[in-house]
DNA sequence: TAGTAATTTAGCAAAGTGGCGAAGTCAGTC
DNA sequence: GACTGACTTCGCCACTTTGCTAAATTACTA
């Protein structure tokens, strides 16, 4: 029933791909895509701050790329939707067109 | 010879996210993996100005996600890399776990 | 050459994004 | 109960994105 897509649902599209829209984001997808981190992990391979670090993260969470679990005073954040994965080859070759 | 990207790699590819991350420009998408359309095309679409999708379509162009052609006073854009497309299905599937 | 239509570019205001430090919350330790 | 560490939330500032109107550009027509 969904031929044409509505402004709706290309909207909470927009939100998966704004959330993939970011250096350090694509980063820590690469690195949880070999397994679980806790933030502190994340932190230390982005370089950047614990807080600026746990906001990308509940970006990520928020458009159920994510997910996370708390265990004792860490949490741990894992990929749930490891097609998205699959972008980067397409990715990859939209940049080689694009430059041909 | 990638097994871990750089963060350039990573910047790169946020980029292409980043054209994709916009309902209207998501739309135009989907308009055009059905065939090329011309600019007044899309915009009586979306429902924009001609300007406003004129700098859409120059995103996407940039990213090179579309190209374009020149035919007598109208301009044609089309789909470069069809395999964008499917990220919508994997979005989707995302989107569907996110609210289980 | 004037005139009209299709696009793009430029300039502006409003809204959103990203980063940091400060402060708050929660778990484990002393 | 006080203390430390891991994490999140908040407030602030700088920068980017978006959409519009106005103006410039190009193609076709009279």
Known sequence: MANKPSVGQFKAQAQVFKALAHPGR???????????????????????????????????RNAGIVDDEKRGAQVFYRLVTPCVMNFFQCVASVREKGRA
């Open 26 to 60: 694509l980063l820590m997808l690469d690195e949880l895509s070999r397994g679980e981190r806790c933030v502190c992990e994340l932190a230390a391979l982005v370089g950047s701050e614990m807080p600026t670090v746990s906001r990308h993260l509940s970006q990520l």
